[in-house]
């Protein structure tokens, strides 16, 4: 049996999960009104695992035909029978759906790795449990809207076109269809065509779950695909996560038109350190804020800045923290970074590694031997970063972290704020006071206190500037969803 070298004292066998817990079908169709229907031109593309590049299913390419079809299933929906339903009756279904995603949490966290390359201890313990608690909560608010919203008269929009990114399909899913659903709306929801596979599954439990037909309808395929949804005249609310530069051809093509719409884009988030951190605390927080899910997180803390007392000491705890990771099979519980998500994920990182490079960054890989097959990325630190270089300023959307030392407050503002994204940002210090007076200044929709990577559903998470407008979570993800 082969073992794992984590340091020079501490070794770790293989621990494979079981992947004979999943079932995934040869192919699927689209989920229209209710059941899995072909589409008429009937056009498949493969959807592979990005750790051994084996094909594990063929997924179907919609066409605009059936993005018509699934948008007036969805209106017939809601023109009928879930449009007659009270709040009381919405949330019974959501609590299904939670109830029957928490029974299958298993064979969910095994898909989740297989198409996505992140490792089984974070689809196992985050994205599906969080995708649960987010039926839950919704479900929970779904006969209170009148409370959530006093005396404003709070009613469903229409029918919802909603597109979600590859990083985390199934959390996605639930973060754009539980709320949506609790306030009445029927939803149209296209998965990234790469990460396809425990969206579909969602649409099995929907069935199991005797959700009404053409409430939820889940149509697959490519960038057109989701074009096709937030341009249908019939869609009353898009909702999509993504890049700034695709959110930005939203809004030009539903400008004038009676369609709203939230948009989650990227982010270069700031992570900053003070002298007078938990500075162990803090290295996890490090590591947990950019090599957490590949890197794959439009929040990730992709731009560290360390008080220059402790800077030295922080680098150096730091590269020795990320001799511990190790990389390699999603499937192995050991496992903390797994496989880049594709191979054109990976180009652009390793464009972005060599960006640094020739910027003049010092460069640091810890030693590591990685699988033959698949696409990997070992974590990655740049040090003596400045604030103009690219790797500074643009999202990369990977395990590499740009480090820049600071020596006042109110410079450690000037360059977090230095960025067109305003996604998130993490504080670690020790004084509740410092805390607060950066949370005041930062330029960013949710910040992290000697924490990072935090999420819950009770809790609204969305950016400023170039990351977006419009919250997803809590009341305010309820309010995005309503008419008044």
Partial sequence: MSMKKTS???????????????????????FIDGKFQKSAKGKRFKSINPADEKVLSEITESTDADVDKAVKAARKAY??????????????????????????????AIIESLDGGKPIRESRDIDVPLAAAHFFYYAGWADKLDY?????????????????????????????????????????IK?????SLTALKLAEIIQEAELPPGVVNIITGHGKVGAAIIGHK??????????????????????????????????????????????????EGIVNGIYFNQGHVCCAGSRLYVEES???????????RMGTLIVGDPMDKNTDIGAINSSEQ????????GIGKKEGASFYQPACSLPKKGFWCPPTLFTDVAQSNRIAQEEIFGPVLAVQS?????????????????????????????????????HAGVIWANTFNKFDPTSPFGGFKESGFGREGGMHGLAAYLDF
Avoid at 346 to 353: A, P
């Fill in 79 to 108: 023109e009928g029978e879930w449009g007659k339903l009270s709040g009381k009756e919405r949330g019974k279904y959501l609590y299904r759906i939670a109830r029957i995603i928490q029974e299958k949490a298993r064979e969910l």
């Fill in 310 to 320: 402790v800077h030295d000491e922080v680098i150096r705890r730091l590269k020795h």
């Fill in 148 to 188: 959530a919203f006093p005396g404003r008269k709070p009613r469903p929009l229409g029918v919802a076109g909603q597109v979600i990114p590859w990083n985390f399909p199934l959390l996605m899913a639930a973060w754009k269809i539980a709320p949506a659903l609790a306030c009445g709306n029927t939803v149209v």
């Fill in 406 to 442: 600071f020596r006042t407050v109110d410079e450690v503002i000037k360059k977090a704020n230095n960025t067109p994204y305003g996604l998130s940002a993490g504080v670690w210090t020790d004084k509740g006071s410092k805390i607060f007076n950066l949370t005041s200044q930062l």
């Fill in 191 to 195: 998965p990234a065509e790469n990460t």
């Fill in 234 to 283: 019939d869609i009353d609310k898009i909702a999509f996560t993504g890049s700034t530069g695709v959110g930005k051809l939203i809004q030009r093509s539903i400008a004038g038109t009676h369609k709203k719409a939230t948009l989650e884009l990227g982010g270069k988030a700031a992570n900053i350190i003070f002298e007078d951190a938990t500075l162990d605390e803090a290295v």
């Fill in 346 to 353: 990976l180009e652009t990182i390793q464009k972005y590694i």
């Fill in 8 to 30: 020079e004292h501490w070794k770790l066998a293989p621990a494979p999960e079981d992947r004979s817990q999943a079932t995934i079908a040869s192919h699927y169709d689209l």
